[in-house]
């Protein structure tokens, strides 16, 4: 849900129930076989039980599935069975209530589980559930959403993050397929491939004795357009023929002006004949796309219709929509141009780790003695430093050089462990550390003055429930900590707690993170970044009320485990 809510749609500018019967005849007589209601969400409109028992009597519809939220799913499912709905999608990107609250704005977590297990209960085999990947959001809860497949027949899809107008895509935050895969993989070796109908928008696995499977949709990495067999009606009659497409048909004002049933064919069989051999290039992206048609919305408008109702149309249409989709298929695969994202990717990735090898770049501080000018990586790691010495104080380890010399960097000393014997910037081996269960604990204050304490007290900042969403900040700071701290270790964590209270006297927000994990290095750093980010968040979100904030008492509380023994502060 976009942060500032959405703008609806006035009813009379909505498809009727009538003129959704009316349509979909057409579409089934000309040889569709399925229909989706997705939305939106479909099941807050209040005639969506009848919409569906008017579809099911329509001649030759083998399929009527519906694609929602889950929050009313639970209460409305049996009604629907009864009525004619034979397959259900329910959208699912988190498996914490936290940051489901976060997504969508509202509570209903519990709800949306009730009508999963629901689904399973009433025989729907499998009951999809269709998860957006997101980099640095949920990609670290892959395998809990496999391991939701052990119990249960669903069929979890793995969505790559695609481009909406209003979704703030970025390229950075796509997990690819393989990614995906190659992280499913390392846990479940034996994951097996299942065969797939040839137009299928997902590939398909299944961990032996799983009761369930999982899937992915390619929408970005390997496109699936070629085979796209896929229509989409608007919940105000506009007919899509790709979901990435701006060029729209409506089916509703020739409904309202009374065109004949032949005119509707011939104008629906000439927008598929418009239907481009790959998906259009929203001008938000600076490559081709790679996908034409998924159950979400195409813009931020119309993602949040309150009375929104979309039939997703899979044709196996008449020869003239037929002949239409061939002559446009697909021949091959595209490939990302070198010049774009991914190789941008791997440019930032061997700078980064030229750094890593490298040394600190230092930028003049004024207070100080030195004036330091630059300091180098070259490509192979060699490290140039320049820095010219105006007043050293004795035992500085500093280096000179000038024109006529140059003297090497001295040994760093024996306690600082993240420099080798030339002094120059590495990563700690902890290789040979024996296991341990190590835990840290890490604070921060942020006082925000009594103005926007209060506002915090009563949740009622623009930016939405400021705790909240420090804390999953908070949560997402600690995994990301190998990212943001270029020295440490990329580490397993096997929790993460964060917990914000207010503190009346002080008017101020304090923070408690706690990290744990078993393994040969500690935890430190990640109890500290999550404190910090959940403070830096509250300040973010506080910060149109008063510039008058101050960050303080950010330190580590304690630590257990490791060869350096505990610590906790008095």
Known sequence: MPEEGVQLTPKSELLTAQEIITLARLFVKEGVEKIRLTGGEPLIRPDVVDIVGQLNKLEGLKTIAITTNGINLARLLPR????????????????????????????????????????????????????????????DELLGFVEFTKDLPLDVRFIEYMPFDGNKWNFKKMVSYKEML???????????????????????????HFQGQISFITSMSEHFCGSCNRLRITADGNLKVCLFGSSEVSLRDHLRSGSSQEELVEIIGAAVSRKKKQHAEPALMSFPLRQDALQYPPNSKQWGHTSSHWPTLRASLSKQMEKALLKNKLPGQLILPVSHPEQQCYIRTRILQTQMRGFCVFQKDTSSTFDTKCLEASPVGQVSVDCQLKEASPGSEFCTRDSASHSEVPRASDNLTHTDEEGRATMVDVGGKPDSRRRAVAGAVVRLGEKAFGMVRQNQMKKGDVLAVAQIAGIQGA??????????????????????????????????????????????????????????TVYDMCKAVTHDIVIEEVKLLSKTGGQRGDFSRA
């Open 479 to 536: 995994k990301l900590t190998s990212q943001l701290i270029p020295l440490c270790h990329n580490i397993p964590l096997s929790h993460v707690e964060v917990s914000l209270s207010l503190d009346e006297a002080r008017c101020a927000v304090v923070i408690h993170c706690s990290c744990q994990t078993w393994g040969k290095t500690g935890v430190e750093m990640e109890a500290l970044t999550a404190a910090s980010l959940a403070a830096l």
């Open 182 to 208: 190659d992280t499913i993989k390392q846990r479940w070796p034996e994951l097996e491939k299942l065969p797939c109908e040839a137009s299928s928008t997902a590939k398909s696995y299944k961990v032996p």
């Open 80 to 139: 629907l069975k009864e009525a004619g709905v034979n397959a259900v999608n329910i959208s699912l990107d988190t498996l914490v209530p936290a940051k489901y609250e976060f997504i969508v704005r509202r509570k209903g977590f519990h709800k949306v589980m009730e009508g999963i297990h629901k689904a399973t209960e009433l025989g729907y085999r499998p009951v999809k559930v269709n998860c957006v990947v997101m980099r640095g959001f949920n990609e």
